[in-house]
């Protein structure tokens, strides 16, 4: 096998990630370590201009409340999180990101992202939080300003192409992270004070709806692949809402986004029938209550309804572009030429909408010869994804802020620093922190920025650097390259080298693991439903992959990746199975739906699910922790929006 060579990297803050999370932390620490005579670095497995899931660009930032304006308060966007997660909401957490979050929208402004403005010059809104932008260089644009403030003055290193595969640790405190080159045969060994997890969520955990010719494609981009949850369970991170996947219904095969259409362009979905599931299936809603009857109806229930007409054999659901345009067109339809001015507009919108951020869902149309004024759009409900910052929710379980704190949730929310895990020294923000659904791109900056100055604060009053023995850095470095080695000693015995009896390729592991998951934790071929045998079985496969994880073979820099980003997505996957058997009721119908406890249980289970691995016994431990309120709660009416 070839030699590698072995960089260690001393620093203060170490930031793991260089997307929306990673950047809004390196602009906040390198303030706080210049002040503090502080150094820091940021580790990426990709290019930072463009890694992450905003690499494509967005069209449309998700978060933004408007403060300043006096648009809604903290308390009102709290009051939408918990009510889209059906009550299950860190609502300190949550808190605490809403009131930075439009500072983050600002910068980005600042910056020279393009927000849409109207004729008053006041931000363009999507919906009641979104607002509208020309993204498709956001990570462009969000990454300059990182890597300026880190470069600049020279507070910080950046390091690109390094995948980062586990934690070091010094006991129970985090003393860094060990990963290696995707491009030259080098190990990095980064020692810190502090640890920020910022490595987003996963994608590919399940069978993808795409296989053979469209492999890969998804909704999530498919570069993340669960290193923030493998990264803190294996530190002995407590994590939480590890039950709580995202699945967004999009327009079928190209994933491109529909909140424009609803939002935007007050759209209607209807099935084959022409009917419309929103309007036909309306009492189904009266099960899920009080969540049912709320405004909006949370994702998930949407998304069941659909699903239900689906089931029933009434799909194809259809985006029904053409009427959604017309109707607003019509507007205009006693002045000729203010008409198709309009029809024009809105159809370039609807184009820029996809070109912003899912530009293969533009070229899919157009390869189909889909002209959305004329012809509606199929949909469908994706496979499963983990991404907390996004309308999941899974994520490591972290101190929330002081000031948010009440007598009750003090005891409970709260352990030093804001952001920080379970485990000391090692903080997490975006997809990384769990139980703060909805901050999306902006939310993700903002947490970012909250959680670097607290992992700041706690190296100014932790000055001691931790240690790591030498020799588990040595046993380390062995277990990573391990793949390498298996491949090299045993390729020549085979004449096809994917197919050999002593070693498993990376693309085969992934396939296992995700036929594991699509049909025992209730993925697409199981139509998202499972039970408590399907999910005992699950876990026995799982760990029989685990197993076969130590044969895993690499003939490349580039599948040695690849190994480890499966080893990653097995940790979220078992996290995910063993959450969803936990928890002993049916909460987010359209997310999954455990057949054999067909019911919301509010009464047992109106709590959050949180489970933890314990590196030194290799034991699960689930544990339920008590959802407890910081803001008073809304009356029935106020949920209904009136
Ligand atoms: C398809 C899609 C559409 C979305 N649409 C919108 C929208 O319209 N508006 C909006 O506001 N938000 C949207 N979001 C949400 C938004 O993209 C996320 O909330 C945000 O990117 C989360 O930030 P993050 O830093 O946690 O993760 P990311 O931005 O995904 O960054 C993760 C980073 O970790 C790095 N990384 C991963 N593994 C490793 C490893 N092992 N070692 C080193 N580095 C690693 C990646 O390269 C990347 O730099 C969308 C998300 C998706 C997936």
Redesign the pocket.
């Known amino acids: 096998m070839a030699k590698f060579e072995t960089q260690v990297v001393e620093t203060d803050l170490l930031i793991?990630?260089?997307?929306?999370?990673?950047c809004g932390a390196a602009v906040e620490a390198a303030y706080w370590a210049k002040k503090n005579g502080l150094k820091v670095a940021l580790?990426?497995?990709?290019a930072?201009d463009r890694?992450?899931?905003?690499a494509m660009g967005?069209?449309?930032?998700?978060?933004y409340v408007g403060l300043r304006d006096g648009a809604n308060s903290v308390k009102d966007y709290v009051d939408y999180v918990r009510n889209d997660l059906m009550g299950v909401t860190r609502e300190d957490l949550v808190a605490n990101i809403a009131r930075h979050v439009d500072s983050s929208v600002h910068l980005f402004e600042k910056w020279g992202l393009p927000i849409w403005k109207d004729e008053k010059g006041a931000y363009v809104h999507e919906g009641r939080w979104q607002l509208m932008i020309n993204g498709e260089s956001y990570k462009v644009v969000v990454a300059e300003a990182a890597k300026n403030a880190l470069l600049q003055d020279g507070v910080g290193q950046i390091f690109e192409r390094?995948?980062?595969v586990g934690p070091l640790m010094d006991g129970d405190r985090c003393a860094g992270a060990i990963?290696f080159s995707v491009r030259e045969n080098k190990i990095y060994v980064f020692k810190a004070k502090a640890t920020l997890a910022?490595?987003?969520g996963a994608v590919h955990v399940f069978k993808p709806r795409s296989t053979g010719e469209g492999l890969g494609r998804a909704?999530?981009?498919p570069?993340?692949?669960g290193?923030s949850a493998s990264f803190t369970l294996q530190a002995g991170a407590e994590m939480t809402c590890q039950e709580v996947r995202f699945i967004p219904v999009r327009f079928k095969d190209a994933y491109g986004?529909v909140?424009a259409w609803f939002l935007l362009f007050k759209s209607r979905a209807t099935n084959a029938m022409g009917g419309d599931y929103m309007v036909e299936r309306k009492a189904e809603l009266d099960k899920w209550v009080p969540y049912g009857h709320v405004k909006p109806v949370p994702a998930n229930l949407r998304n069941y309804l659909g699903m239900l007409d689906v089931m029933e054999g009434k799909g194809p659901l259809s985006m029904r572009t053409e009427e959604a345009l017309q109707k607003i067109a019509d507007q205009y339809k006693d002045d000729p030429k203010a008409y198709k001015k309009k029809a024009k507009e809105l159809e370039s919108e609807a184009w820029e909408d996809f070109l912003d951020?899912t530009i293969s869902q533009a070229i899919l149309w157009a390869a189909t010869n889909v002209q959305p004024e004329e012809r509606s759009s199929e949909i469908a409900a994706a496979e499963p994804y983990f991404?907390g910052?996004?309308s999941g929710a899974s994520g490591a379980w972290v101190s929330g802020p002081p000031d948010l704190q009440t007598d009750e949730t003090r005891s409970q929310y709260f352990w030093g620093y804001t952001n920080m895990s379970t485990v000391k020294g090692l903080f997490c923000?975006?997809?990384?922190s769990g139980a703060s659904s909805h901050?999306?791109?902006?939310g993700?900056h903002a947490e970012?920025r909250i959680a670097a100055k607290s992992a700041i604060k706690f190296i100014v009053e932790n000055k001691a650097a931790p240690s790591v023995d030498q020799s588990v850095i040595d046993a380390k470095i062995a277990e990573i390259l391990k793949p390498l080695e298996t491949y090299e000693q045993h390729k020549a015995e085979t004449t096809d080298p994917e197919i050999n009896a002593n070693y498993i390729k990376p693309r085969m592991f992934m396939f296992r693991l995700q036929k594991i998951m699509d049909e025992y934790a209730a993925g697409v071929t199981a139509q998202f439903k499972t039970n408590k045998a399907q999910l005992e079985r699950a876990l026995e496969l799982l760990a029989f992959l685990r197993e076969d994880s130590e044969k895993l073979g690499a003939a490349s820099l580039h599948e040695l990746m690849r190994a480890w980003e499966n080893v990653h997505r097995l940790w979220q996957a078992e996290a995910h199975v063993r959450t969803i058997l936990f928890r002993d009721e049916t909460r987010w119908p359209g997310y999954y739906f455990r057949a054999d406890k067909p019911q919301l249980d509010d009464k047992n289970w109106h709590v959050f699910a949180n489970c933890r691995f314990d590196p030194k016994s290799g034991n699960w431990e689930m544990k339920a922790r008590p959802i407890l309120h910081v803001f008073p709660q809304p009356k029935e009416h106020e949920l209904l929006g009136g």
């Open positions: 793991l990630g260089g997307g929306m999370a990673a580790v990426d497995k990709a930072v890694s992450g899931a905003v967005l069209s449309a930032i998700n978060q390094i995948f980062i990963g910022a490595m987003g909704w999530y981009p570069w993340n692949s290193s986004p909140g951020m991404i910052s996004h923000a975006g997809d990384a901050k999306f791109s902006s993700s970012g």
